[in-house]
Structure formats: C-alpha cells, structure tokens
C-alpha cells in the first residue's frame, strides 16, 4: 500500500510539471465535439506594383508655321473646306447647300467619325467633293508625338476613310488646330497626302452668330483663298445659316474652285 501511494504521488507531481492538470487544457472525453478550428483564408500578401512605362515627352512646338503648307488655290478662285465630321445631323445639311449651290468643298474628316457614319462618307465621294484626313481623334498634340504613333493615327484613319469607300482618294491631311511639325508633315507625305492648311478662319467652332460668320469670311478672304468651316465637332447652327449667303458672296467675287 506504500508502494502504490507513493506511485500515486510521484504521477500527480509528474503531471503538474507536464502542464497536463492546468485547467485550459482540459482533456475532453472522448467523443466530446472538438471546437472549431478557423476556416479563414490567410490574408494575401499584397501585389507588387507595376510602374507603366513613362511615355515620352511631347516635342515642342515650332515658332512659326513649317514651309510647304498648302494655304492657297495657285488660282482665283477660292476653296470651301469643312472639318470634324461627318455629323449626321450636320454634314447632310451642308451638303444638300452645296449641291443647290452646285459648288464642291473638301471635308477634312475625323477617322472614328468615319467610321461611325460611312454612309456620309459616300455620299461626299458621290457628290463629288474632296476628302481629307484630319486625324483619328482630332488629337491637337498629334503632331507632337513620336511619328510612329503619328503613322499609326493617319493610317488608320485613311483605312476607316476607305472602308467606307473602297478605293476612295485622301490626298490631303490637315492636322487639328493648325498645330504642324516637321514630323507630321514627313509621316502625311509619306502616305501620299499633301498638308492642306487655311488663309481664312471665321472662327465657327466658337459658335459667332451667323453674320458675324458672314462678315469675317468676306472681309477676310483673297484671290485664292481657302476657307476654314465646320460640319462637325458640336452645333454647326451658325455655320449652316452663314453658308448661302457666303457662298454667293464668294462665288460673286472670286469663283469657287475644287482644290488641285
């Protein structure tokens, strides 16, 4: 009996020393439920952050206009030039002006305007009248980008132009806002356009009111001038009230020509 007390109490001791007695950790009986373990997915280690690649710096602009635009007919009479669209809701308008008129114009295009109404874009070709590209987005920086992006923007413009028309002329570019470079010259010769710029700009995309339109076009153009509207770009309301009586005013006066 002393041998088995002193068994027992060399066990208790044990089992204190082991940390088994302490009260939170309880052996559960068996066939108790075991408590939960967390079934929470681990929190993912954030991902590193990708840096894009800077683009590069736009070139400047020139001081003054580069050489070898074209801003005059070579003759009397003077060119109607329209840009931005084709709009459905005003370059059918124009046109429907011009054929009473029974004068041509050269519609300086927006690629993805193209695109969107090519039903227009046929009908320019089929009235007659000259085609331009003026740029996929209208990008005013365009000309300042590095010239593969250039070649890529005119190009894919020209493509939208002649899906529309298959075989269909552009043998004009006119770079948005005026804003020309050395390069945008190179890319649009390149591809078989010549730079067709203005002498007269009545300043319609800032929406005067028809007379002033009228007036600033009469006093502002001479023998072969070539003449800045808009058919697209937002309310060409003024511009398409302006174009009777500048057509005739023009027509009187110098003649209306198609560009060469």
């Known amino acids: 009996m002393q041998a088995r007390a002193a068994l027992a109490s060399v066990l208790a001791v044990a089992l204190i020393l082991s940390g088994c007695a302490r009260p939170h950790h309880t052996i559960a009986p068996a066939g108790a439920a075991q408590p939960e373990r967390s079934t929470a997915p681990a929190t993912p280690s954030p991902h590193p952050t990708v840096k894009k690649p800077a683009k590069p710096p736009l070139r400047p ?3 003054k206009l580069p050489a070898g635009l074209g801003r005059n007919t ?3 009479p003077v060119a109607l030039t329209f840009d931005d669209g084709p709009n459905p809701a005003w370059t059918p308008k124009v046109l429907d002006q011009l054929k009473a008129a029974k004068v041509t114009a050269t519609f300086c295009v927006v690629g993805r305007e193209a695109q969107r109404h090519p039903e227009l874009i046929r ?3 089929r009235e007659g009248h000259q085609l331009c590209n003026h740029s996929w987005r209208h990008d005013l ?4 980008r590095p010239v593969a992006e250039i070649r890529s923007d005119l190009a894919r413009t020209n493509k939208a132009i002649q899906t529309a028309v298959p075989g269909a002329k552009v043998p004009f570019y006119r ?8 390069e945008v010259l190179g890319v649009a010769k390149e ?13 319609d995309w ?8 009228g007036k600033r076009i009469h006093a502002a153009t001479r023998p072969g001038g070539i003449v800045l509207l808009h058919d697209g770009g937002g309310n060409r309301a003024a511009t398409l009230a302006a174009c009777p009586k500048v057509i005739a005013d023009l027509k009187k006066r110098f003649g209306i020509t198609r560009l060469r």
């Open 141 to 144: 920086d365009l000309a300042r």
């Open 61 to 63: 602009l020139p001081a």
């Open 123 to 125: 009908r320019i070709v």
């Open 206 to 213: 800032d929406k005067p009111s028809a007379a002033t339109i």
């Open 74 to 76: 070579g003759v009397r």
């Open 175 to 182: 770079q948005p806002g005026g804003r020309w470079t050395a």
């Open 191 to 203: 591809l078989g356009m010549r730079p067709l710029h203005w002498s007269v700009d009545p300043q």
